[in-house]
């Protein structure tokens, strides 16, 4: 009798995903523009502005549709939190991490 066919063995398989320890490849900011104030969002400003906004079109819709309101009349940017943005020059490294 002829005798079989040599098995192989195959190596164990490895797992395609394996963790490095690095952190993600977007993590970080790419440009270093910051916001002048601790405030870190402006949402709730923008949206009680606008709000204010929807209401003064409302009211003068029916009356005279060519004067509408615009969002500088009624709302005062300056009143936000945020003071605007401002370009860091030399930012710390923890600046930019997200």
Same mark, same amino acid.
């Given at each position: 009798m =002829?005798? +079989?066919? +040599? @098995? #192989?063995?195959?190596p164990p398989?490895? +797992?395609r995903? @394996?963790?490095? /320890?690095?952190?993600? %490849?977007r993590s !970080? $900011?790419?440009t270093p523009i910051f916001g002048i104030t601790t405030s870190r969002r402006e949402k709730q400003d923008k949206r009680r502005a606008n $709000?204010?906004? !929807? $209401? %003064? @079109?409302? #009211? !003068?819709?029916p009356d005279l549709p060519e004067l509408l309101p615009l969002l500088?009349? @009624?709302?005062n940017a300056w009143s936000f939190d945020k =003071? /605007?943005?401002a370009w %860091? $020059?030399? +930012?710390?490294p923890w600046d930019m991490r997200k």
């Open positions: =002829d005798d +079989p066919l +040599p @098995v #192989q063995t195959l398989l490895r +797992p995903l @394996v963790i490095t /320890g690095r952190t993600m %490849a !970080r $900011r790419r $709000r204010v906004l !929807r $209401r %003064a @079109v409302r #009211q !003068r819709l500088r009349k @009624v709302s =003071d /605007g943005k %860091a $020059r030399d +930012p710390m």
